[in-house]
């Protein structure tokens, strides 16, 4: 028979051996003031340390506790991916392992649940303990998807919220595998309504996200919702031919008239290089949208678990 669960709370990990007990413990202390029915999906992205091992050690003391154990790290985005298809919950919760998302905030957003929204995302309105660089880098991040894409993304928000299990069902069933969870959440719709938090330090161990990972973040993020960067190369064409076009007539007559001006291979080469800089860029745009795209085709799983729970339990 299968039982019916309220909330999932959902947790991806990667290498929290430090967080995951406290972390445990703060989620179970904040679902009993619910009086709900709970689980607690967490899900082991390839964890190297011991987190599997503890992972399975609490799934023996409590049952609530539902391990998701990946054969390899295949990333956050994965990990939530998984979660969301093996919750059972009416509301899913997702939440990071290392506590920078406080686990009281949950309370405000199954308050919000229960007034009928779908899509309850927690923004934070400050962060703690994080460097400049991650705070710039953010910045940066939420301007350029702004404008670049046609979803209207809340700024500061992580992964941190509950979702309906109809918003649930939706995002599970798109085909996507190259996701932004954060985009995809926003885009299908539904009642969404933000929950202003204060985002903590993280509660021990050192952040998963190095710059190398945000920046490809930042590539999944555009190019999974915009095509404007395939369009640039169009506009820089229609402006060099423009250019072109005009230059070449002010040239011609320049020189029946007998001035030697625009002579010179300076001006030559960086035209040269200018243009060369261009299409190798553009290529370079379009080889990313092809390699996602083959990707996508080629149909290979989001990710591959060596343990799951039984759905049917
Ligand atoms: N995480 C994951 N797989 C990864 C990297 C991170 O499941 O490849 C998890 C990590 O354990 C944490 C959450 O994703 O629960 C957020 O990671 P982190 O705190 O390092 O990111 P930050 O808060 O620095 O953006
Ligand atoms: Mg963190």
Request: aromatic share 10%; glycine share 8%.
């Amino acid at each position: 028979m299968k039982k019916s669960i309220e909330i999932s709370v959902v947790v991806p990990m990667f290498n929290e051996k430090d967080t995951i007990m406290e972390l445990y413990s703060q989620i179970s202390e904040v679902m009993e003031k619910t009086k709900k029915s709970w689980e607690f999906v967490i899900v082991d992205d390839g964890s190297t340390d011991q987190t599997p091992e503890m992972i399975r050690e609490l799934a023996k003391k409590d049952d609530r506790v539902r391990p998701v154990i990946f054969a390899r790290n295949f990333g956050q985005q994965a990990a939530v991916k998984a979660g969301l298809d093996y919750s059972r919950g009416e509301g899913v919760v997702v939440i990071d392992a290392d506590l920078q998302d406080p686990p009281e905030v949950i309370l405000e957003l199954i308050e919000k649940w229960e007034e009928g929204y779908e899509v309850i995302y927690a923004q934070r309105t400050e962060r703690e303990g994080e460097s400049f660089l991650k705070l710039l880098t953010a910045k940066m991040f939420y301007a350029t998807i702004q404008r670049l894409t046609d979803i209207n993304m809340p700024m500061n928000t992580g992964f941190f919220r509950l979702l309906d299990r109809k918003v649930v069902d939706v995002i599970n069933q798109l085909p996507e595998k190259n996701r932004f969870f954060r985009g995809l959440s926003i885009w299908v719709g539904f009642k969404q309504i933000a929950v202003p938090y204060k985002r903590k330090a993280r509660f021990a161990g050192e952040t998963k996200y190095p710059f190398s990972k945000m920046f490809k973040l930042a590539i999944t993020a555009i190019t999974g919702f915009s095509f404007f960067p395939l369009q640039v190369a169009m506009y820089l064409g229609f402006i060099s031919s423009g250019i072109a076009i005009i230059t070449i007539p002010v040239v011609i007559i320049m020189r029946m008239l007998g001035n030697q001006a625009f002579l010179g291979q300076a001006s030559t080469l960086i035209a040269v290089l200018f243009l060369g800089g261009v299409q190798l860029v553009s290529l370079g745009i379009i080889g990313e949208y092809i390699g996602r795209l083959y990707d996508e085709v080629r149909g290979r799983p989001m990710y591959i678990v060596r343990e799951a729970p039984d759905m049917d339990e």
